[in-house]
């Protein structure tokens, strides 16, 4: 059975089970459900943590696009390297759902 998490509303997810845990190298497939018809914007954002090991804020400088909008993507998106934290992007119209792969 596959690990995974659904990341969805304006929650931010710590990716700290094995195979999603962040960094290292960690690949994810991103089932992206209703945001495949989306075609521009940020859909998903990730943050490596913070040095004190808290959860990063919603505004904090580190967060990144892991994730954008494209008219040819398809309802699964391989992500290359996962982070430690995160979170939807303004223009996810609903979850995503991140499959940790080994």
Do not use: C, Y
Not at 9 to 28: C, D, M, Q, S, Y
Not at 37 to 58: D, F, I, K
Not at 71 to 81: F, K, N
Not at 91 to 102: F, H, R, S
Request: proline fraction near 7%; glycine fraction near 16%; charged fraction near 10%.
């Amino acid at each position: 059975m596959p690990n995974t998490i659904t990341v969805q509303g304006t929650n931010i997810v710590a990716l700290k089970k094995t195979p999603l845990l962040g960094g290292e190298g960690r690949e994810g497939l991103a089932h992206l459900g209703g945001n495949a018809s989306v075609t521009t914007g940020v859909l998903l954002q990730g943050h490596p943590g913070l040095a004190s090991g808290a959860t990063p804020a919603t505004g904090d400088a580190g967060w990144v696009t892991l994730l954008s909008a494209t008219a040819t993507q398809g309802p699964v998106v391989e992500i290359a390297d996962l982070p430690k934290f995160v979170k939807l992007g303004a223009a996810a119209t609903g979850p995503i759902t991140l499959e940790g792969v080994q």
